[in-house]
């Protein structure tokens, strides 16, 4: 299990987890909104790993998340979706990469979000929960099924960070 080197000198060593999850690729600057979507608050007490504004050759910069202990579900990797549309999810299994997920920002998103419209059906009657068509994936912008009002980027951001 000796860790490789694989990059040059400006490569940042990171430590490896025994099980868990890498999210990376992640829009940089949005680490820790991408951990307050998975209700990760770093005192669960497991290994986590936080790197922000790393070079990248994909994107420009990126961020770069590392969970130990925890395998995201695919309602959490739409989650992710909805503010990190590049990101990358490997299953880490016995210090290796189990298998990886790109996220693939679906055509439409039910629950996790509100309409931003306070009049709309799904904010005023139970039961019926929120329903959007994606009507752009990167930002993620979002249109009501029911009452048509877009629901902005900046809106869904607001809403996850403040609702979790
Ligand atoms: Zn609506």
């Known amino acids: 299990m000796t860790p490789k080197?694989?990059?040059?000198?400006?490569?940042?060593?990171?430590?490896?987890?025994?099980?868990?999850t890498v999210i990376d690729h992640i829009t940089a600057g949005y680490a820790l909104a991408v951990l307050q979507i998975l209700g990760i608050t770093g005192?669960?007490?497991d290994i986590l790993l936080v790197a922000m504004?790393?070079?990248?050759?994909?994107?420009k910069k990126k961020d770069l998340v590392k969970v130990e202990g925890r395998e995201l579900t695919t309602e959490e990797i739409n989650r992710i979706a909805l503010v990190a549309p590049k990101a990358t999810i490997n299953i880490i299994r016995d210090f290796k990469v189990h298998h990886k997920e790109r996220i693939a920002v679906p055509d439409v998103i039910e629950g996790i979000v509100h309409c931003a419209n306070p009049s709309c059906i799904t904010n005023n009657e139970r039961g019926i929960s929120s329903s959007f068509n994606v009507v752009q994936r990167n930002p993620v912008t979002l249109r009501c099924t029911y009452c048509k009002q877009i629901t902005s980027h900046d809106q869904i951001i607001n809403q996850l960070l403040g609702e979790s």
């Open 5 to 20: 080197s694989s990059g040059g000198p400006r490569e940042l060593s990171v430590q490896k987890i025994k099980g868990g």
């Open 43 to 45: 005192r669960e007490g």
């Open 53 to 59: 504004n790393m070079q990248s050759k994909r994107l």
